[in-house]
Every structure is written in C-alpha cells, then in structure tokens.
C-alpha cells in the first residue's frame, strides 16, 4: 500500500476542532499530522490533545514542511484565496473551507496555479460528500418528484457575539457568506443547474455591519428557488424541492448528526394525514466522507468533490445577491 497521505491543518479553529479532525482519526488513507496556529503554544496544547503528531508556530512553518502533502485550511473567510495560494505554490493540495472567495474572480487566480502545479485544489462543502445528498440528487435525476417547479431553504442560528469571525465584515462575516452559500450550493448541486438572475433584501446589523437577515429569490430557469437566512434568529435549517407529484424536504440539510441517520421525507400530497415516505440513510460522518473523497481524489487522481470551477460558480451568485441588494434590482449572473 502507498504511505497514507499526511494532512497539515492551519489554524486552531473551531471546526477543525470539533468536527473536522475528529472525523479524520482511523483511516487507512490518510493521517492528520500537523497542525499550525500563530501561537506555538496553543498548537501544541491542541496538537497533544487531538493526537497530532507535529505542531507549528507559524501557517507558513506548515505550509513548507516537505512532509505535508495536502493542507485543510478553515482560517477566517477573507484568508481562504490568500493562503491557498500560499499552499499551491508551495506544491500542496488544499481543501479549503467555505465559502473560497469573497470575489468569484480571485478563483481564476487559484485555477491557474493549480493548473501549473499539476495538483487537487477544492472546496470543503462537506455537504457534497454526504450520502443524503447524493440521494437526494439521485432521486433528482430519476424524475422522482416529477418537474421540479420550485425549491425552498432556510438556515438560521443566534450568535451576537462581537468577537466572531462571522460578526466582522473585514474577515467575510455576515449570513449570506456564512450560511447563504450552503441552500445556494445545495440547490446547484441537486438540480445540476446553474442560475440565470437572482434578487434579494438584506438587512444589516447596525453595530456589526454585516448582514444579519436575508431573503432571496433565483431564477434557476423555470425553476424558482427562494431561501432565507439569518445570524440572530433561532438556529434551525430545511431544504424543501418542490415535484409536479412529489415534495423532497431535506430535514437536516447542513448539519447532518454522525450519531442519527438521516432521512429524506417524500411527500405525496396528502397533507391533512401527513405520513410522508421516510428514506433513511445508513450512518455516516459528513466530514469524514468529505475527507475520504478528497484524499481519494489525489490518490486515484480523480476530481475533488468540490472544484474551484464549481466554488467560482457559487461565489457569483452570492456575489449577485449583494449587488441586487445593493441595487434594489435583479442581477444576472454570467
Ligand atoms: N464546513 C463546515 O461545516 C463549517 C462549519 C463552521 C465553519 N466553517 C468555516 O470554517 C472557517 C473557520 O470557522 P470557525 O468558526 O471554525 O472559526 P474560528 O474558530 O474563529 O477559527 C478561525 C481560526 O483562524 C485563525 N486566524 C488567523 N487569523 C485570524 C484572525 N485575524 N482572527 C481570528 N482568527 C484568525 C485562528 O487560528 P490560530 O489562532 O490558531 O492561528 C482561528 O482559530 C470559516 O471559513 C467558516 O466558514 C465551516
């Protein structure tokens, strides 16, 4: 067997963890062995505690470690583009975290130096990898809830603190970056469409000044897609797909529980006995499969789950919808 491919991690965040690197332990593929923060100390507090068996004082320590063959980076939003250039240039494969760009064309930038470097460069919608997705999609494809006429999301939790990276637009704070991205790419992925136009409202927190509410409607081409988010209302998420004869709703869409199995609800239309169809998926860790397609992609030199092609799409229509905003108008997407 090939020696398993060591991972390097940049930055002691909170995702990393809780979720992303708990979900990396016993694989046979690959192992997380470094993990650098701007503070050697925490490092190698967190390094011990998580088992990691190499901790640097500084990304770039990491970054130039010939050992390390592919990097995750859940840095701040507005550090995405910049070190995974860092990365590329220094010949790693990057996974890094949503969104991948606050400007889809800073995209082109990574594609060329992945392109050159000949190396696996994506984006860590984890979601991509989860099997109720791929489900969902599959149900899609087979024309299950017949024509899809309509699609609809919602995603919210409560966090004020002034101190998140979420609550500091210089960093890509606000709902629709955060979590306006997730009903945005989930749709693109189920109904494998790109948007022609998108308009939207926004309101903004007048002490964060970023965006704590929104509403938004996209043209998907006879398919209308609508989603709400929020920062500041109480946490809760669905994704529902609209048939001619079936309703799809996605009960736990973004963050999927590793310990339930999730299900897949069809409704038929009865809905003064509601009893919808449940499609229940065996167990699984999202993050866990997201780092498993990844790993494979660069070992059986196969696409990564998310390309920077696919992250580009998704930034301009997050794009556009702050430019509608901003306009008061629809915004067509290019
Ligand atoms: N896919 C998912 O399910 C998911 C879920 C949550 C978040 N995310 C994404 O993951 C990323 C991190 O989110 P998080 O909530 O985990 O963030 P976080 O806990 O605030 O961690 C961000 C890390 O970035 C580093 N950093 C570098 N410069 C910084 C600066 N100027 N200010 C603050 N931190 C700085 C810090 O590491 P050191 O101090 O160790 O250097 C910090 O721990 C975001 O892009 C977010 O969108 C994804």
Redesign the pocket.
């Known amino acids: 067997m090939n020696k398993k491919l060591k991972w390097g991690v940049?930055?002691?965040?909170?995702?990393?963890?809780?979720?992303?690197i708990p979900a990396m332990a016993n694989s046979d593929l690959y192992e997380v062995y470094g993990l650098?923060?701007?503070?050697l100390d925490?490092?190698t507090a967190?390094a011990r505690e998580m088992g990691i068996p190499k901790a640097y004082g500084s990304?770039e320590d990491l970054i130039n470690d010939p050992e390390i063959d592919v990097v995750y980076n859940?840095?701040?939003?507005d550090?995405?583009v910049p070190y995974t250039l860092q990365c590329i240039r220094a010949g790693k494969h990057v996974l890094c975290?949503?969104?991948l760009a606050l400007n889809a064309e800073e995209i082109d930038e990574l594609i060329r130096a992945r392109d050159e470097k000949g190396l696996k460069v994506g984006e860590?919608?984890?979601v991509a990898s989860n099997p109720q997705w791929i489900k969902a999609r599959e149900l899609v494809r087979k024309n299950y809830l017949g024509k899809i006429k309509a699609v609809h999301g919602f995603f919210s939790y409560f966090n004020v603190n002034e101190d998140?990276?979420?609550n500091?637009p210089e960093?890509?704070g606000g709902g629709i970056?955060?979590i306006g991205c997730y009903p945005v790419f989930t749709s693109r992925f189920v109904l494998e469409k790109e948007p022609g136009r998108v308009v939207s409202m926004l309101e903004f927190d007048p002490q964060f000044r970023t965006d704590k509410l929104g509403s938004v409607l996209i043209d998907f081409h006879e398919i209308q897609m609508t989603f709400t988010v929020s920062t500041q209302l109480t946490p809760y998420q669905r994704m529902l797909f609209y048939g001619e004869e079936k309703i799809m709703e996605i009960r736990i869409p973004?963050?999927a529980p590793a310990d339930q199995k999730n299900e897949i609800l069809i409704h038929d239309g009865n809905f003064l006995q509601p009893d919808p169809e449940k499609i229940v998926l065996p167990l699984s860790n999202?993050?866990t499969e997201q780092a498993n397609d990844f790993s494979k992609a660069i070992l059986e030199d196969r696409e990564v789950p998310v390309s920077l092609e696919n992250a580009q799409e998704n930034a301009k229509v997050l794009q556009a919808i702050f430019e509608s905003d901003r306009n008061e108008r629809w915004v067509n997407i290019d």
């Open positions: 940049l930055g002691v965040a909170k995702i990393a963890r809780e979720k992303v650098a923060s701007r503070d925490k490092a967190a990304y859940p840095l701040p939003n550090l995405h975290e949503k969104p860590a919608f984890m998140n990276i979420r500091i960093m890509g970056w955060d973004f963050n999202q993050y």
